[in-house]
């Protein structure tokens, strides 16, 4: 199957590269990242009355979406010019 | 030019396939052909099979036979002859021969012949039901026929398939007789040869006990009487020759017709073969009708007779003399030219047409038994049978074709499924994989470090709360919007923000999806 051994392409290279990476620990302003994000985003939903979080949640939503749709009709298109000598080619 | 040049070599090559498509594929429905006659007598057998024929001879409005498949479509182009002109006058009688070559996908046919006399009291129907074996023979001379005494305009075979009448086929002839050749004159009636008497009509056993129709016929020649004679007619056996009918006047009328209709025995008829039906005539000179007939007659000198076993069959008989000569059935005994009174009627028997090889096409009609309407109808029944097996074919290419290349795109789909799709729990058991690939490295203990980013508070209308040491102490919230005008702001404020963010993003979903199509929707073009 193409996308299994694509997938596992992939995998075997981020194996390599965590490998090569070693395995230092997280220096300290590493470990205090998390809760300053979490600050962040406190303050961001402090500000539900201004700003309409639940939109914006759907919006990038949809164009996150919109960009697997487009990429999947590429692909079959993709697909398909192997069938029509090239023409439809994404 | 060339497109031109195209079509017609595609119409040419068409027309090459229909014709070389065509036989083959009216070959293929063609089966055991079964040839049938009708004419005199009737089968002594007919029995079993799955298709039957119905004859039907219309005195006054035509004459059809019925032929019907319910095994399967009956085809053939029946020939049909009236066989005798023996028309328009009581006592005579119709013969009708019709031959053809019949095919039932069954492979064998049943039949019944009769008679309908149009709108004439008389309509009768005599039937032979039973299969119709490889030629046959089917009457048409029903005892109802004789007294009509009305013409009969043509002859008609009809047959059908399935008892659909609206899916017949009907074939006529005129009624005509062509005149003996002279050279067949076999004899000639001459003075001192006795008169010949017959039982001319059929006598149908029914049960032991019955018969549903005895029929004795008597006719003399010109267009008088025959004066001086007397006849009886008797069943002997049954009722020890008692006379059933005679005619004490002493004479005998042209086409004198006796008949019994469904006659009851006395007692149950342990054998028919040894009960008679006869017809005597006698002949006294100068008698007067009032004479008892018994008294003048001179069984020794004059006295004729005929009697035959009732039998399931037919038999001809006539009666001729010196001065009335007129022959009917058997052999012909005189000569008539330019008329063909004198002609005997067929001999009885059956003939066999020998049909096609099972599979053939059936054999062209003798041209000189071959009907207009026969070849016409047999024709047209070809054509069309050519144009729905050639329909069919193509039907069944048609969806051999669509067939074929259904299952090629489910192969083809089904390939690219096997091809792309992955086993289920392929990408669970890969993250799983990456996670613990990724577990103590650098990156991973980066990740582990960040933990988890929640809210530290709860959203309200009160707004991030700011620390301000430089103005003094406690928490500020300026973007508070729980009430006054900054609520009306942050509501007006969600309004812009929400509007503006739902239409972006719908002109980005649509340019995004018609990116993918190869459709630019911002610029107008293709990419």
Redesign the interface.
Known sequence: ????AF??LL?GV??L???A??????PGF??N???Q???I????????????WS??G???G??M???V??????VI?M?LSLFTGGGGA? | MFRTRLRVGLAAALAVLCVVITPAASQAAVGPWVSVTIGLPPPASLSGGNCWVSFQSHLDSGSGALMTGPGGRCYGGPDITPGSDQHGEQGEYIEVHVSGAWHDSAGDCEGHAGFVLGDHPDNGTVRVAGSIPEGVVIPLNGADVRDVGCDIAEVCFEYFHNSVLDDSDTVCVSKSIPAPAETETTGECQEGEPVKVSIVQKAYPSGTSVYDSLEVSLDVAGGGPLTGWNFTAFERGQDSGVAHNQNPGGDIPKGKVIRWVRREATDPVPDWSNVLAGVEVYHFDGASPADDWNANQDPESNRLAASVPLDASYWFGGITDPGHCRWWFGEKVVNFPNTTQDEPFAAANSQVIPGPEVGDPPEAPDESNWTPWGGILSVLNSIWNAIKDLASSVAGIVGQVVSAIGGIVDDLLDGLVDLFVPADGFFDDTLDGFSDAMDGTTLGNYVDALGDITPAGTSSCAGPSISLPMVGPGTYQPLSACSGGMSSAAAATRVVIAVSVGLSAAFAVIRIVGRGFGWDPGTGGRE
């Open positions: 199957v193409i996308v299994e997938v596992n995998v981020a194996d590269i965590f490998s990476l070693g395995h230092a620990a997280a590493v470990r990242l998390g809760g994000l979490s600050t985003v406190d303050y961001s939903a402090s500000m539900g009355a201004w700003v309409p939109a914006l759907v919006a990038i949809a164009v979406a919109a960009h749709i487009s990429l999947s009709v590429k298109r697909l994404a």
